[in-house]
């Protein structure tokens, strides 16, 4: 299998490249990789004598995963030298300026040749992986150098390929890496079964970025002469297929006197024209601040959501009648019930949610309007009192993943 995979990995890589002649993302990928040496020969940090710790993440979304580790790693490790990759070009471009890192740049390839020419141009001491990042011929690399490597946030489900047969010597491979951090107990149990010995079950680190965001002192002038003294109801990463089934429910909520803030998925004005010609006559613009006079106020700028679910007293998560759901643990750190499309099973903190019924799923119209309106008085405090024993059952998870690091001495120093 391991012989098939390193075929199948070069056409992968190989596909991406055709790519770039007709997709934007593909294309930013590929220029993306071609100076990568200049990324280190830049950085007026790095020392390339100097062992470091590499991080890595496919993207955003992962990185938010990683970043809380990577503060905690700074703030007992001042010194320590970090090189953060990215294999998704919209994580790079986002967080090519991120502070805590020596250096920020892409993760080349799975390619034997590339996977060898990063190691080398890293020097780690300490491997980090996020998630699911499972690239077996750096892992194979890293392997025969004996270089440390763990695996934090990770989630594994039943019907992975790396469960089947014909992937065995692939699964094997993950045995020989230094730990193993999962987000929940099925994660476990399926490794467990499959004789490992180097997992244990720590949580989603995402959880401590969300608390420690919700901790944080914000105010938003904006958004608060807009709310006035009404109660309002946040859309927080809305899509267009969210909005055709809640539409009337969220024109209903406006005419019990509700205020509105919905932050798009996508701010481009087409998105954003989109939604206002769904709402015509009631929306306002978060970037206009002449008046407030409408009932919904649309975000078309990035970077406040996280900190604005503060104001809300229901929150939407937009994504559940598409691919699936974006983040929810944002607007829960702030004791916020949520609700979501049907598609939301491939997300952990989701499905422990609606088992625990402090987020309720919306399957129709109507739906969201009937739970907004059950959500209230006795039912709301019994709600934020579930939410607060998952946020602090699940809390500190890059302490535990630390304190491991440092067991085992894996952070040079």
């Given at each position: 299998?391991?012989?098939?995979?390193r075929?199948?990995?070069?056409?992968?890589f190989?596909?991406?490249?055709?790519a770039?002649?007709f997709?934007?993302?593909?294309?930013?990928?590929?220029?993306?990789?071609?100076?990568?040496?200049?990324?280190f020969?830049?950085?007026?940090?790095f020392?390339?004598?100097?062992?470091?710790?590499?991080?890595?993440?496919?993207?955003?979304?992962e990185?938010?995963?990683?970043r809380?580790?990577?503060?905690?790693?700074k703030k007992?490790y001042?010194?320590?030298?970090?090189?953060?990759?990215?294999?998704?070009?919209?994580?790079?471009e986002?967080?090519?300026?991120?502070?805590?890192?020596?250096?920020?740049?892409?993760?080349?390839?799975?390619?034997?040749?590339d996977?060898?020419e990063?190691?080398?141009?890293?020097n780690?001491?300490?491997v980090?992986?996020?998630?699911?990042?499972?690239?077996?011929?750096?892992?194979?690399?890293?392997?025969?150098?004996?270089?440390?490597v763990?695996?934090?946030?990770?989630?594994?489900?039943?019907?992975?390929?790396?469960?089947?047969?014909?992937?065995?010597?692939?699964?094997?491979?993950?045995?020989?890496?230094?730990?193993?951090?999962?987000?929940?107990?099925?994660?476990?149990?399926?490794?467990?079964?499959k004789?490992?010995?180097?997992?244990?079950?720590?949580?989603?680190?995402?959880?401590d970025?969300?608390?420690?965001?919700?901790?944080?002192?914000?105010?938003?002038?904006?958004?608060?002469?807009?709310?006035?003294?009404?109660?309002?109801?946040?859309?927080?990463?809305?899509w267009?297929?969210?909005?055709?089934?809640?539409?009337?429910?969220?024109?209903?909520?406006?005419?019990q006197s509700?205020?509105?803030?919905?932050?798009?998925?996508?701010?481009?004005?087409d998105?954003?024209?989109?939604?206002?010609?769904?709402?015509p006559?009631?929306?306002?613009?978060?970037?206009?601040?002449?008046?407030?006079?409408?009932?919904?106020?649309?975000i078309?700028?990035?970077?406040?959501?996280?900190?604005?679910?503060r104001?809300?007293?229901?929150?939407?998560i937009?994504?559940?009648?598409?691919?699936?759901?974006?983040?929810?643990?944002e607007?829960?750190?702030?004791l916020?019930p949520?609700?979501?499309g049907?598609?939301?099973?491939?997300?952990?903190?989701?499905?422990?949610?609606?088992?625990?019924?402090?987020?309720?799923e919306?399957?129709?119209?109507?739906?969201?309007?009937?739970i907004?309106?059950?959500a209230?008085?006795?039912?709301?405090e019994e709600?934020?009192?579930?939410?607060?024993?998952?946020?602090?059952?699940?809390?500190a998870?890059s302490q535990?993943?630390?304190?491991y690091?440092?067991?085992?001495?894996?952070?040079p120093v």
């Open positions: 299998m391991y012989f098939l995979y075929i199948l990995i070069k056409g992968y190989k596909l991406l490249k055709f770039a002649y997709r934007t993302d593909a294309r930013q990928w590929l220029e993306g990789r071609k100076n990568i040496s200049s990324h020969k830049n950085s007026k940090t020392n390339s004598q100097k062992k470091s710790i590499w991080i890595h993440a496919a993207s955003l979304g990185f938010e995963q990683g809380p580790l990577i503060e905690l790693i007992n001042p010194d320590q030298q970090i090189v953060l990759t990215f294999f998704s070009p919209s994580g790079f986002i967080q090519k300026n991120y502070t805590l890192a020596d250096v920020v740049t892409y993760f080349l390839s799975d390619l034997k040749d996977a060898n990063m190691i080398t141009l890293i780690p001491a300490l980090i992986f996020i998630k699911y990042e499972f690239w077996f011929n750096t892992l194979t690399a890293l392997d025969k150098k004996a270089i440390p763990i695996f934090i946030s990770a989630i594994f489900r039943e019907n992975s390929y790396l469960f089947s047969s014909y992937a065995k010597i692939l699964l094997n491979k993950l045995k020989n890496v230094n730990h193993l951090f999962l987000q929940n107990e099925s994660s476990f149990i399926l490794l467990q079964d004789k490992f010995t180097n997992i244990s079950i720590v949580g989603d680190t995402r959880m970025r969300v608390l420690d965001i919700a901790n944080q002192d914000y105010k938003n002038e904006r958004i608060e002469q807009f709310i006035g003294n009404k109660k309002v109801l946040i859309f927080g990463s809305l267009e297929e969210d909005l055709m089934v809640i539409k009337q429910d969220l024109l209903n909520c406006i005419s509700w205020k509105i803030i919905i932050a798009p998925h996508k701010i481009d004005a998105s954003i024209q989109k939604i206002e010609s769904q709402l006559n009631l929306c306002l613009r978060y970037s206009d601040s002449s008046q407030n006079l409408n009932d919904v106020l649309i078309d700028s990035i970077g406040i959501l996280s900190k604005i679910y104001y809300a007293d229901f929150v939407y937009g994504g559940g009648f598409g691919k699936g759901i974006h983040n929810i643990l607007a829960l750190a702030y916020k949520v609700a979501f049907p598609n939301y099973q491939k997300f952990n903190e989701a499905n422990f949610a609606i088992e625990h019924q402090f987020a309720f919306v399957k129709s119209q109507g739906d969201l309007l009937k907004i309106n059950q209230k008085g006795k039912r709301l709600i934020k009192i579930e939410i607060g024993k998952y946020l602090n059952e699940n809390k998870a535990k993943i630390i304190e690091l440092q067991n085992q001495k894996l952070i």
